[in-house]
């Protein structure tokens, strides 16, 4: 399907994103939402007829383990409470540990980039068609931004997600942004991906703004798009006219006017960057020939994978397919035995690193590593202080360098909103604040939560002492 431009929906905007014109669609975080009804405002956007497309960042399919039952119903749920035309997720992983390497159970609270490696790949893969049976309609999945590289790896960006939708007929949402990223922190071309990915089976794209900082480009969503996005995003309209282009913004929300003015220079960028009108439709102009797919294509002659959408549609025009998931161009086959246990091995070494301080894994730079321990600890702190507005209330300017102390010695193995309660636990433990109203107002607010009072001293050596057991 045709989406056309569309806009993020965050409640802190809502009422601006019902009052921009021209908006076709809107894109809601679907863990923000309730299974059996909608907020307000995206049901009166849904009555004028305005698409809503639920896109999930807590199912972490490139992880280790298998899709949790419960995340698949949940986003499954919301996408049909929204008839939706598809959901969206991401090719990252956000937690490790557990049963597959016997550890603690650990919460990257961010997206996290797989390694593209033929082991990544093929836990992706199943991990995929895990989610399409489960889901009821299309999936689409998301690039992501890095401030980090895996050692070794095998592919290139658009080799990597070549194979995937050839292996798995899901389709793609290309962030240009992400792009844009990853060629100022990683070195890696947008038009080599843009070269080597399958653009027909490109769902929707994403734009959004960063900033630079000491010469790594920080994915923000809160600052203006920047003009290399922009560019990036000519190069992708160069190769093929998506079925739908989203503006993001999560954070520093501009008003109304300035949100229109980055859509409408978004219009322009696509307008400009279309090649010549030609005969026939202009929907995939390819740089180069993408091999044939499908049962009666011949394998491919190398792991750079080829194209595998099923044309230019959102809802991918699968017939026959289990949960509308699209197309399957290839063969699904299970997981080599040990895939999963190594995925796991590795990708909790790197998050114990980085949220923990244990040792880097061999063969990552140290200080991308720390940049990206210090990103996750502010986006930590970032997101407890909005789930938790009274906490930065309560401790005041104080707050952020109270939680990067708690945080660097307590990863977080919940969600935001336990990080919150036990945050405010190990403040009140510490004795602080130390204004007495303070105090107090940080004592109620976590007894009404908790619903019991700070653990005794006793409780306190216990836990500790279970702790140093743990870590040895």
Request: proline share 9%; glycine share 10%; hydrophobic share 40%.
């Amino acid at each position: 399907m045709e989406l056309g431009m569309g806009i993020g929906w965050r409640p802190e905007i809502a009422a601006e994103v019902e009052a921009l014109s021209g908006v076709d669609w809107v894109e809601a975080v679907a863990e923000n939402l309730c299974d059996d009804h909608l907020p307000g405002s995206l049901a009166r956007l849904r009555e004028r007829g305005v698409t809503v497309v639920p896109h999930g960042v807590a199912l972490g399919l490139g992880g280790a383990d298998r899709p949790d039952p419960g995340r698949l119903a949940a986003l499954a749920a919301r996408a049909e409470l929204l008839g939706a035309p598809l959901v969206t997720e991401h090719i990252a992983f956000v937690r490790a540990g557990g049963p597959l390497t016997a550890s603690p159970r650990l919460e990257a609270g961010h997206l996290l980039p797989v390694p593209r490696t033929r082991d990544a790949l093929d836990v992706l893969c199943e991990n995929v068609r895990i989610a399409q049976d489960s889901l009821p309609v299309p999936l689409a999945l998301e690039n992501i931004a890095a401030l980090i590289t895996w050692p070794d790896e095998e592919l290139t960006e658009g080799q990597f997600l070549a194979e995937l939708v050839e292996r798995t007929g899901v389709r793609l949402l290309i962030d240009v942004a992400n792009l844009h990223t990853n060629h100022v922190n990683l070195g890696q071309d947008p038009a080599k991906a843009l070269d080597e990915l399958p653009v027909e089976a490109i769902a929707y794209v994403h734009v959004a703004g960063g900033v630079e900082k000491n010469g790594v480009w920080h994915d923000t969503h809160a600052h203006p798009v920047s003009p290399p996005v922009l560019d990036v995003l000519a190069e992708l309209r160069s190769r093929v006219d998506p079925p739908g282009v989203l503006l993001e913004r999560d954070d520093a929300f501009p008003p109304g006017a300035e949100l229109a003015g980055e859509l409408d220079a978004i219009r322009a960028t696509l307008r400009k960057a279309a090649p010549p009108a030609g005969p026939g439709p202009d929907r995939a102009v390819r740089r180069r020939t993408a091999p044939p797919t499908g049962p009666d294509a011949p394998p491919a002659s190398d792991g750079s994978g080829g194209s595998g959408g099923s044309g230019s549609s959102g809802s991918s025009g699968s017939s026959g397919s289990s949960g509308s998931s699209g197309d399957r161009t290839g063969v699904a086959a299970p997981v080599p035995a040990g895939t999963r246990d190594r995925t796991a091995v590795a990708q909790a070494a790197l998050l114990s690193a980085l949220v923990a301080g244990t040792p880097a894994p061999e063969g990552f730079d140290h200080r991308r590593l720390r940049v990206q321990s210090r990103a996750l600890a502010t986006k930590r702190a970032d997101v407890v202080a909005k789930v938790a507005p009274e906490l930065p209330e309560i401790l005041g300017d104080g707050y952020r360098a109270a939680f990067l102390a708690y945080a660097r010695s307590r990863p977080m193995s919940g969600g935001y909103r336990r990080d919150a309660l036990a945050f405010a636990e190990h403040v009140l433990v510490a004795g602080g604040p130390a204004d007495p109203a303070a105090r107090r107002r940080l004592t109620y607010w976590w007894q009404d939560r908790s619903g019991a009072r700070p653990p005794r001293r006793a409780t306190r050596l216990v836990r500790a002492a279970r702790a140093v057991l743990v870590r040895r």
